[in-house]
Structures are given as C-alpha cells and as structure tokens.
C-alpha cells in the first residue's frame, strides 16, 4: 500500500490549496478515505473522510464551509479542496487509509505534505 500527497505550500490568509493523494496497492475504490492534519506541538486531527462508493463526507467542525474532500476512483485519488485558508490551518496534511488485513484493521499514511498559511 502507497499514498502519496502533493499540492501542499505557502498560501495567504484567505487563499485556497488542492491536496491530491494517489493511493495504490489496494483496491482504492472500495474503502474510505481520510485526511488528517498535524500542527507543531499538537495531536493529529482528522480533518475529513469520504466514504465509498458512496462518497458520504464529514468534517471536522473548524473546516466546515471552507474545505472539500472529494474522490476520483477511476485516478485512485482523493482531494482536498480548501480555501479561505488561515493561518491556524497551517500543518502537515496526511493522507489515511483504514484497510482491513486479516482480522485486523490497519492505517496507512502518506509522507504528508506541508501548509502553511502566512502573509
């Protein structure tokens, strides 16, 4: 299993960012995915699922309005849209995804990608 994110940056308050995530090694249309974010000093966060096929969204309550997750099965990728950006949104963003292994479940995360959001 591999995810791997880009489009992270340095954006304005108020600006807008679009994460990708490519997912591969699993059959990416059948599980829902996750980003999650991590700020200096603070605990990872789930920001955003989606759920599939079905494509089901939630949020965590501080992006609601300002980010979108969306899918695209046929490019095993899952987005992140975000705008009005501010600058307590700057953090790593990762990718996850929650994958069934035996009896078990597992997460896989990508590399994570940087934000930042600053004038």
């Known amino acids: 299993v591999e995810l791997v994110e880009s489009g992270g940056g340095l954006v304005q308050p108020g600006g807008s960012l679009r994460l990708s995530c490519a997912g591969s090694g699993f059959t990416f249309s059948r599980y829902g995915m996750n980003w999650y974010r991590q700020a200096p000093g603070k605990e990872r966060e789930l920001v955003a699922t989606i759920t599939s096929p079905g494509g089901s969204t939630n949020y965590l309550d501080s992006v609601k309005g300002r980010f979108t997750i969306s899918r695209d099965n046929a490019k095993n990728t899952v987005y992140l849209q975000m705008n009005s950006l501010k600058p307590e949104d700057t953090a790593v963003y990762y990718c996850?995804?929650?994958?069934?292994?035996?009896?078990?479940?597992?997460?896989?995360w990508g590399q994570g990608t940087q934000v930042t959001v600053s004038s």
């Open positions: 996850n995804a929650h994958l069934p292994r035996g009896l078990k479940y597992v997460d896989y």
